[in-house]
């Protein structure tokens, strides 16, 4: 590519860059831009820096090129990459995986809602494919909300991302392995990356509340010779004491407080909650690019990622969920598996994401933590 009239690219992109950077020198490296920046200019102005690339970044979304912020030798480079074109999708795909999902999630509900403690003893004359239905709207809600959180925010910072895409799983195991977006182009820089690895499972988390509360207010609770009573009207019935999260705990307390000698059964709606706190709280292990993965990524680096990424390998093992991180672990061997790179990886955090979004990080882990060993 030659420059056209004495302009790198063309005098609206450079322009582009001169706008928010003082320009030292440009050159083409293998068909490739390349602003070099008075480092003189920037120096020691952290909120300047990462201010002007955002300038220079969202300048460019129409155009054909995605800038890239580099540190090399001592010097900063504003680096110009061809703009993929946007993927031609008619949403089928989307569609069939959440028919999918749907079916097998109801499925799973119907199987957990078609017990003779329900239908005869605690809810005798409600149809077990009404509590499924229930079940499955509580389910795509959680999940829903918290790959919409994720979609919301890409959109409103400017990089494109896709729809959710449900996963559907067997019967016994909720019917589903969750919902996924793919990010189509990179955050702009930490702070993007930060929130955008909170906004998904702040988003779930809220609607997990809203699904605890109706579903708890759903539940039950029996004394503990009920519960015998079942066992011996029902022997192939097997009640699971299952571990409840801080938040859920909280929620139960207030909604469906359970008296001494009782037990609290859960409704099929609750249980959706259940899986809520239980996602969010895997989500949030900072490993690979789990939401998790990307905060710890946008506050301490890349290498340092990888580092906790393996320590977040460690605590889902001693959790429980060896499966997963073994998973995890597996796709973490592939190259440029890691978590997002922004296109600035320069500007550090700003401060207040820093103090209270990592308070707030920690505290929304602790609020979802089911427990240490899994039952």
């Not at 079940?135 to 890409?154: A, D, P, Q, W, Y």
């Not at 990356?193 to 702040?202: A, H, K, T, W």
């Not at 990886?345 to 209270?356: A, C, E, G, T, W």
Request: charged share 15%; net charge neutral; proline share 6%.
């Amino acid at each position: 590519m030659a420059a056209v009239s004495g302009y790198l690219v063309s005098a609206e992109v450079d322009g582009l860059v001169e706008r928010f950077f003082t320009v030292e020198d440009r050159f083409m490296d293998a068909n490739t831009p390349n602003f070099i920046i008075a480092a003189g200019v920037i120096k020691g102005r952290e909120a300047r820096l990462r201010n002007a690339f955002r300038g220079v970044a969202s300048g460019m979304r129409g155009l054909d090129w995605v800038p890239e912020f580099r540190w090399i030798v001592g010097r900063y480079y504003v680096t110009l990459h061809r703009r993929e074109p946007p993927r031609a999708s008619t949403g089928r795909r989307n569609k069939l995986l959440l028919t999918a999902t749907v079916a097998t999630v109801f499925l799973d509900g119907y199987i957990r809602s078609d017990n003779p403690v329900l239908t005869r003893a605690l809810m005798p004359g409600v149809p077990p494919a009404l509590n499924a239905l229930i079940f499955t709207v509580g389910i795509l809600i959680v999940f829903g909300v918290h790959e919409l959180g994720h979609k919301f925010l890409s959109e409103r910072r400017g990089f494109r991302s896709s729809w959710p895409y449900f996963i559907p799983a067997p019967p016994g195991l909720g019917g589903t392995f969750g919902a996924v977006i793919s990010l189509e182009e990179q955050p702009t820089n930490r702070d993007d990356l930060f929130d955008l690895g909170l906004s998904g499972p702040v988003s779930g988390f809220l609607a997990t509340l809203a699904v605890a509360v109706l579903g708890l207010f759903l539940s039950f609770t029996v004394t503990i010779d009920q519960v015998g009573s079942y066992l011996v009207a029902y022997p192939e019935i097997r009640f699971q004491n299952i571990p409840m999260p801080l938040a859920l705990d909280y929620i139960a307390n207030s909604v469906r407080p359970t008296p001494a000698g009782g037990a609290l059964v859960l409704h099929p709606l609750a249980f959706a909650a259940w899986v809520g706190c239980l996602v969010t709280f895997i989500n949030l292990i900072p490993s690979w690019q789990l939401d998790g993965g990307h905060v710890v990524r946008a506050l301490f680096g890349g290498e340092t990622h990888k580092v906790v990424s393996v320590a977040g390998i460690f605590l889902m093992l001693i959790s429980g969920y060896v499966i997963m991180g073994v998973l995890i672990a597996f796709f973490m061997m592939g190259e440029g598996k890691e978590s997002l790179a922004p296109l600035d990886d320069i500007s550090p955090l700003d401060f207040k994401r820093k103090v209270f979004g990592t308070l707030f990080y920690v505290m929304l882990m602790g609020a979802t933590l089911i427990s240490l060993i899994q039952i």
